[in-house]
């Protein structure tokens, strides 16, 4: 199991956003377009305000005596909660025929919502801010949304005259029950005063004092009714709702920043989240939490001038720089001694990760420096050797293969027959000191077999004492078993990996299997390394410090 690592990584998050920038920021513009395309072409609607004041201590009198009234101030949401009832949006949905802007149909449908509003307490049509101090004093902004702004205006005067009547309604609670008090005492006084006779000539003591309650109760009742006109609310309105001019909504360009800005935000929350999930393979931090050892970077390849092969980009530039050092890494940790030939098996995860490639550089690299080099194309299902070396892998001549004295017309010339008769085994001279060995020319992929295990055990010891190193081109190792079966018998295993393509878990089942049947893993080879990307140790990163000038262009196609 690969070790656990405490540190806080946040190198993968970066490059990732790094790598998918241009995804991401191309689908929040997408979606801040059709944001505000679909904004665009709704029905605007219009917002009107009336500005209402509050005071709470307009309506005392201190000459009124005992029958001042005066409403109390307004508690908070005392007004939010008056807007919502029946006592309020109750009368608006009464008076709603004093708007002639309004059609019969609009004016049902404006009655129910109105209604809900009602029942659910929730304010759709109507809106009020505002806040008072602790003495009710302060200032309510009212607001009436519709789509016609006449309208808008109207229900937001409707709505004002509605708030203040409930509030005058309030503050004459008090007095209407003064006044029916007084009534009640009034006519208990005239029936006293009807018991005790008609008054005639002097009034006696009796009816003098119920004459003098009853003079007193028609003054106090007159005053309450006197106060009853003229008392106001806390609440009067300060400027009415005039008609807007712009509407409030919708707002295409602020909807289509909030939602881009949202699917951004959103966007790289994810790809934070699965860079962090689904672990790739890009650099040797990754390899370390493998315990693997990096061996080389190889950065990915331009395209190709027509006619040109691909190990000859591969010999130039920065390209040879990366492939020279990943030859010299394996050449130290490749073991040498009697036990094992020195047979190096290349594979990989998946098709197209570029081992053969990196098989026909380090081979190129190797014989380059004067080793003498062998490479042998494994892989039977999709050979690609002959189309690496062109013109070379068909028409240079053939060498007897270490140990091999065929007779001729008897040379076992493909990879096949040269397992099965080593002692006949001819190979390619592709150029000093390199010899290529391929499967046998247009045999169909079905009908090859599996190389034998045995066979191939005893032929690269056989070749093994002739040569400094055979590089053995195996397919990927999750497509087929040959890799597993193959690596025993090699002196080391180097698995080439596409930078950013692989996950750790399946480098991780890959590793498992090979060191379940004792493969002797060397490391890794990362290949088509985005060379503008982080600056590596290894090759073309040197020559980027050292000239910036020379960075190469953007690349068109990557092989």
Partial sequence: MPPMNDDLDLSRPLRALKRFAWLVLLLSLAAGVVTYLL????????????????????????????????????????????????????????????????????????????????????????????????????????????????????????????????????????VNAAITGLRTRLADVERRLAAAGPVVGTPTSLQQTLLAQRANRLDSLNQLTALRETVVGSLSIVAPAAVPLQPVAPKPLRNAVLVGAFVLLLLSALLVVWSSVNRMVASDADLKFLNLRLLGEVPRVRMLRRGQSLLVALRQGRWSDSVAFLAAGIKSVLPRGDRKPPVLLVTSLFSGDGKSNISAAIADARAASGDRVLLIDADLRRPTQASIWQAGAQTAEWVDLPGAVPFPGEESRDLQGALTRPVTAQARRLRDNLHLLAPAPGVPAQTQAHLPAEAFREAMSQWGAGYDLIVVDGPPALAVADPLVLAPHAAGVLLVLEAGRASVASVQRVLDALLLVNANVLGVALNKVNPRGQVARYGYGYARRSTPAAAPKPESRVL
């Fill in 39 to 174: 904004s665009s072409r709704q029905t605007p609607i219009y917002e009107a305000k009336t500005l209402i004041l509050s005071s709470g201590g307009q309506s005392n009198n201190p000459a009124l005596g005992p029958t001042t009234v005066s409403p109390p101030p307004l508690p908070s949401g005392a007004i939010e909660g008056a807007l919502q009832s029946e006592n309020v949006l109750g009368v608006v949905r009464r008076r709603l025929a004093e708007v002639p802007e309004l059609t019969r149909a609009q004016r049902i449908v404006l009655a129910d919502r109105l209604a809900q509003d009602i029942a659910s307490g929730r304010g759709r049509v109507f809106d009020v801010t505002g806040q008072p101090d602790i003495y009710g004093n302060g200032t309510y902004t009212l607001s009436a949304a519709h789509r016609d702004p006449v309208v808008a205006a109207r229900l937001a005067n409707l709505a004002a005259d509605a708030l203040v009547d409930w509030d005058t309604e309030r503050g004459l609670v008090k």
